[in-house]
């Protein structure tokens, strides 16, 4: 191993069915994380934070009750351990590695539906596609069947899945699974 990173216990004991997240379960685990460094004041909606804690600053506005500032803090101290113990225990090398640096740039903006639809006009219409989007999906269909179907490759180590993941391909969600439910391969694209 490179980094000196481990795979989870859980994981290497199996009481964790796989040790990465797929992209909602990624996006969940950061929104529960950022929502953690703007309480302890690591972060603002403005980059980064003062330091100080959200329930002091309420404290200092009285705009808080001690019985809430203390559930504010028993609520931070819980969703701490969890995060921790989660990532840490849970999580292969690879997505250990993939949240540290998705967590490290994270920037919470706030933005209304238009100003969402004129951006994603604006990116659709700059782009280095050579390929029409109907072909990209159709290469990469063709690449998933001819190189995942049945894959037992270990995914920390898999160009393939690096690329799927940097361009946003959607990983196969339930063909992975045997009749019992259980996930039957180590990659969200093998199946």
């Not at 929502?35 to 959200?54: A, C, N």
């Not at 559930?71 to 101290?77: G, S, V, Y």
């Not at 969703?79 to 840490?88: D, G, H, T």
Request: glycine residues 6%.
């Amino acid at each position: 191993m490179k980094s000196g990173i481990k795979d989870g216990i859980n994981l290497r004991e199996r009481k964790v069915k796989r040790g990465y997240l797929r992209q909602e379960e990624m996006n969940q685990i950061i929104m529960l994380a950022s929502v953690h460094q703007l309480l302890m004041g690591i972060r603002s909606l403005h980059g980064h934070g003062d330091k100080e804690p959200v329930w002091s600053k309420f404290e200092k506005s009285g705009i808080i009750t001690k019985e809430q500032s203390k559930n504010l803090k028993m609520a931070t101290t819980y969703q701490r351990k969890f995060l921790e113990s989660f990532i840490e225990d849970n999580l292969d090398r690879k997505s250990k590695e993939t949240v540290a640096k998705r967590l490290a740039k994270w920037e919470l903006r706030v933005a209304d539906d238009y100003q969402i639809k004129k951006l994603e006009k604006m990116l659709s219409k700059c782009g280095e596609r050579t390929l029409s989007l109907g072909d990209f999906h159709s290469l990469i269909d063709g690449k998933l069947y001819a190189e995942c179907k049945g894959c037992t490759k270990n995914r920390n180590e898999c160009k393939l899945r690096d690329f799927y993941e940097a361009n946003f391909v959607p990983p196969v969600e339930d063909l992975g699974k045997v009749e019992s439910g259980e996930v039957a391969c180590n990659c969200e694209y093998a199946y």
